[in-house]
């Protein structure tokens, strides 16, 4: 079993297709079929199923995914650690967020960032926080940024942040005081994630404590399509500050603080315990979190 075939054969499980995982590898695909059809024969089972929608794993390339991915990830780490001699960073850094953090801090970072260390190539997605851990544990990511779970987690933690939710109106929603009691917010039509999304797990676990009972009159996921209803009709919805910023600053939303009790979540960085941060993903994850607490501090003095 040689490296090159472990690594033809990780990217034949993630394209999920022959002609897409040999363009990534660089290779013609009779020459990456054939080195799958060695792999098969030296383990003594099959890898993959063929069907018509292309390449699906088999049981056993599950458990070699689950197996070798954290060890190419650390190999890779590894690697990149070594070639940095002259003090640049390079390497690959592959990060998960969740949307809300993403949305409205995302590029200026990868801006930023890029432009400092231009030998680091990186790799952003978004998604849930269970999916993401997942991904930290397998090895698909070097970390995720989450919202905080209830429940313990495998992964090392790092605090990255703490904010409040906001309710969200835009112009065409009935005036509102600038600081509302959250139990008054019920009377309003509502638009909120569904219960799938980390962050209507908070807002439900906090408001559920206190006796209030969130009846949105509409659910979506998406944090693009909820601003936008809220923009374009009566909507209100509750999300943390920091996911809509440029719209308070561009005047096309506006924000109520609410009190009595405050709704408050925190953000974490998690990892893999056993697999430490290379240089550059520490690196990016710092400039990350600066930029977020410093969002957080402007939160705190503009309305």
Do not use: W
């Not at 231009?118 to 989450?146: F, H, N």
């Amino acid at each position: 079993m040689q490296l090159r075939q472990i690594q033809y054969f990780l990217a034949l499980y993630e394209e999920g297709s022959m002609t897409r995982a040999a363009s990534r590898m660089n290779v013609v695909q009779p020459a990456l079929s054939m080195q799958m059809a060695k792999l098969e024969s030296e383990i003594g089972q099959q890898l993959f199923h063929r069907n018509t929608r292309g390449l699906a794993p088999a049981p056993a390339g599950h458990l070699m995914y689950k197996l070798f991915r954290p060890l190419l990830a650390e190999f890779a780490q590894a690697r990149d650690q070594l070639m940095q001699t002259d003090g640049e960073l390079s390497g690959h850094v592959s990060i998960g967020l969740i949307a809300s953090v993403a949305q409205d801090l995302l590029a200026k970072v990868l801006k930023e960032f890029s432009q400092a260390h231009p030998r680091v190539t990186l790799a952003l997605s978004e998604g849930y926080s269970p999916m993401l851990c997942k991904a930290v544990t397998e090895g698909q990511l070097d970390a995720a940024i989450i919202n905080q779970p209830r429940r313990q987690l495998a992964l090392k933690s790092h605090p990255l942040l703490s904010e409040d939710f906001v309710l969200v109106t835009g112009h065409k929603h009935p005036p509102l005081a600038d600081i509302l009691i959250t139990r008054e917010v019920v009377e309003l039509k509502l638009a909120l994630p569904t219960r799938l999304h980390g962050l209507r797990d908070i807002l439900d676990s906090i408001t559920q404590a206190e006796g209030i009972a969130l009846a949105p009159a509409l659910e979506v996921d998406s944090i693009n399509a909820l601003l936008q209803l809220v923009e374009m009709d009566t909507y209100a919805a509750l999300l943390p500050r920091i996911a809509i910023r440029s719209r308070l600053h561009d005047g096309s939303l506006r924000a109520h603080t609410l009190v009595d009790p405050p709704l408050t979540r925190q953000v974490v960085c998690v990892t893999h315990p056993l697999r430490p941060l290379s240089p550059a993903a520490a690196a990016f994850i710092t400039l990350l979190e600066q930029h977020a607490q410093s969002k957080v501090a402007q939160n705190t003095t503009t309305p």
